[in-house]
């Protein structure tokens, strides 16, 4: 009754404004899927079935691409002379490209907005050179022939600096947060980005994000499984845009978001504590 209630509301606020107003969550859930780490020198075994998978299932998730790698951890493979015609085409059969920091080197430790990673690459460096950097990713991405729409930090590691500094490049996005509708804050929009692997959710909208130099076979399996029975609640950044009239969080989303954060965190400090057993 309830759900009945909620998705008749959702439709009536659609219809009247054709948008997703704020105060709004999706029902059904709608997903995104994001891909992180991207540069030519990622795990080429694992991404290519990633690959397969989005073009079997026309899917057109978010790319998030490291403009210029300087993180060892990310050369995983010989680097491929294809990866940026591969993005290219990916891109033009619908995906959206992400600029993932600049250089992905998360070399000092630093307090930011989420909280998740001590260490950052942006957040606590100086508004200037935030900027150039910002610049220096959209360029180079730009130089590939790729049109960035977003931006995604490394480690969720960002500061209001970084957030002025994504808006006065003239992007209008990031990637990030724990609501479950896209809202404003810091002068950007977020498009939260609450999962790591994918959860079956009744409403709201939920980006999975996806290392892929890091997945096992199982977990891709269990990504696979869930896309196929949910192929039709996949969207995509253009249609998240087209769709939701993002405001300020309202306070019970708000709260919702704190929670889900402190949920998050304390997850991870367990498993940090674990493995250090
Ligand atoms: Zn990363």
Redesign the pocket.
Same mark, same amino acid.
């Given at each position: 009754m309830h759900s009945a209630t909620t998705r008749v509301r959702a439709l009536q606020l659609r219809s009247r404004e054709g948008r997703v107003q704020m105060g709004t969550l999706p029902k059904p859930a709608q997903y995104l899927l994001r891909f &992180? &780490?991207l540069c030519p020198t990622m795990e080429q075994q694992r991404w290519q079935p990633l690959r397969a998978l989005v073009s079997e299932f026309g899917l057109r998730p978010i790319l998030?691409v490291?403009p210029d790698n300087m &993180?060892p951890e990310?050369k995983c493979s010989p680097s491929d002379p294809e990866f940026w015609a591969q993005m290219r085409e990916m891109e033009a059969a619908g995906a959206t490209i992400a600029a #993932?920091?600049f250089q #992905?080197r998360?070399e000092h430790r630093s307090e930011n907005l989420i909280g998740l990673h001590r260490r950052a690459e942006f957040a606590g460096v100086s508004l200037e050179l935030q900027s150039e950097w910002v610049a220096a990713g959209l360029r180079i991405l730009r130089g590939h022939g790729l049109t960035p729409k977003l931006w995604?930090a490394?480690?969720h590691a960002f500061d209001m600096n970084t957030l002025r500094a994504v808006r006065t490049e003239g992007l209008g996005y990031i990637s990030d947060g724990f609501a479950r509708v896209p809202f404003n804050r810091g002068g950007v929009t977020w498009i939260p980005q609450q999962l790591w692997s994918p959860a079956r959710k009744s409403k709201g909208l939920w980006t999975i994000c996806i #290392?892929s130099n890091t997945m096992r076979k199982t977990r891709f399996a269990e990504l696979r499984s869930f896309v196929s029975r949910n192929a039709a609640q996949f969207t995509s950044f253009d249609r998240v845009v087209a769709e939701f009239e993002p405001g300020e969080l309202d306070l019970s989303e708000r709260i919702y978001e704190r929670f889900a954060l402190w949920q998050v965190r304390r997850r991870r400090k367990r498993t940090r504590r674990r493995r250090q057993r």
């Open positions: &992180d &780490d998030a490291i &993180d990310m #993932h920091g #992905h998360c995604v490394p480690r #290392h």
